[in-house]
């Protein structure tokens, strides 16, 4: 059975950083994400790291704050968040594609195959 843990959500100040991990068991994963959630909204892609050559994804809102990465040999993907602000307050949610699929781009929820229970990052003073 797949299983992605994650941690590392918190309440940090504006301008502060935090890191989340995300450990996949299970199964090896091709793609995975990070995407977040805030009441009433869809789901949202912020990033996206595949498993072969390391290609990256960042939604323009966390360019240059945000750095994605994975480590293949522990199936675990983290999300490094720098410069948090406000806006950046969501639950934030791991997710894992199996394999690659001719057309998906995986910048859609419904183009992920296993979900991790969310965390909550809270950017506030």
């Known amino acids: 059975q797949v299983q992605l843990v994650e941690s590392g959500g918190g309440l940090v100040q504006p301008g502060g950083s935090l890191r989340l991990s995300c450990a996949a068991s299970g199964r090896t994963t091709y793609v995975m994400g990070w995407f977040r959630q805030v009441p009433e909204k869809e789901r949202i892609l912020v990033a996206a790291i595949a498993g072969n050559y390391g290609s990256t994804y960042y939604a323009d809102s966390v360019k240059g704050r945000f750095t994605i990465s994975r480590d293949n040999a522990k199936n675990a993907a983290y999300l490094q968040m720098n410069s948090l602000k406000p806006e950046d307050t969501a639950v934030y949610y791991c997710?894992?594609?199996?394999?690659?699929?001719?057309?998906?781009?995986?910048?859609?929820?419904?183009?992920?195959?296993?979900w991790g229970q969310g965390t909550q990052v809270t950017v506030s003073s």
């Open positions: 997710a894992a594609a199996f394999s690659a699929v001719p057309g998906r781009t995986y910048a859609r929820a419904r183009e992920y195959d296993a």
